[in-house]
T-cell receptor, first 116, second 113 residues
Framework: GAVVSQHPSWVICKSGTSVKIECRSLDFQATTMFWYRQFPKQSLMLMATSNEGSKATYEQGVEKDKFLINHASLTLSTLTVTSAHPEDSSFYIC????????????FGDGTRLSIL | KQEVTQIPAALSVPEGENLVLNCSFTDSAIYNLQWFRQDPGKGLTSLLLIQSSQREQTSGRLNASLDKSSGRSTLYIAASQPGDSATYLCASTFEFGNEKLTFGTGTRLTIIP
């Protein structure tokens, strides 16, 4: 079964709306989670690293005031797309490394965001 | 800057054939490499993980190899089936203790019944 739960799976909203996406690790603690963005027919690009109890680390070119990340507990990270515009429409995926052993990273099922 | 590339971008093969997908990376100081499968509109399914100290990993009909010196990894799929049709992504971590992944460009695989 899924070890990382991402919610919602699909969002359609009007331009100017803020949208929150949740990423939860279900049976392990994740002090670090990653947020990726994927445009159609392209690969995944890392947006930011979410760190429990501290500020997120953003990749070059990603606006931190636009994409707010909160990692308030060891099992939950949230990404809020503030004042979303059509160009923010994309597929957002989170991942969480399971450090208990040499496990591959676990990915959420993704959130498809469509801004009208 | 680490870069990961996959060639070809798309591949079609008849059902039953064996095939190889390629992944190249620019930084030989790779920590581990992972192969994923992505179905249209869906998230990622992890297929195989190869640590830098390993040369290959096998799971069922899948075999992944890693050659750090040449900067290459391959994913071998034996006896392909229509259900194998998907986009295959390789991704690497390049730093111990930092699990952020650099993804390849992906290969869209179609198995023709």
């Amino acid at each position: 079964g899924a070890v990382v739960s991402q919610h919602p799976s699909w969002v359609i909203c009007k331009s100017g709306t803020s949208v929150k996406i949740e990423c939860r690790s279900l049976d392990f603690q994740a002090t670090t989670m990653f947020w990726y963005r994927q445009f159609p027919k392209q690969s995944l690009m890392l947006m930011a690293t979410s760190n429990e109890g501290s500020k997120a680390t953003y990749e070059q070119g990603v606006e931190k005031d636009k994409f707010l990340i909160n990692h308030a507990s060891l099992t939950l990270s949230t990404l809020t797309v503030t004042s979303a515009h059509p160009e923010d429409s994309s597929f957002y995926i989170c991942s969480a490394p399971d450090r208990r052993s040499n496990q591959p990273q676990h990915f959420g099922d993704g959130t498809r965001l469509s801004i009208l | 800057k680490q870069e990961v590339t996959q060639i070809p971008a798309a591949l079609s093969v008849p059902e039953g054939e064996n095939l190889v997908l390629n992944c190249s990376f620019t930084d030989s100081a790779i920590y581990n490499l992972q192969w994923f499968r992505q179905d249209p509109g869906k998230g990622l399914t992890s297929l195989l993980l190869i640590q830098s100290s390993q040369r290959e990993q096998t799971s069922g009909r899948l075999n992944a190899s890693l050659d750090k010196s040449s900067g290459r990894s391959t994913l071998y799929i034996a006896a392909s089936q229509p259900g194998d049709s998907a986009t295959y992504l390789c991704a690497s971590t390049f730093e111990f203790g930092n699990e952020k992944l650099t993804f390849g460009t992906g290969t869209r695989l179609t198995i023709i019944p």
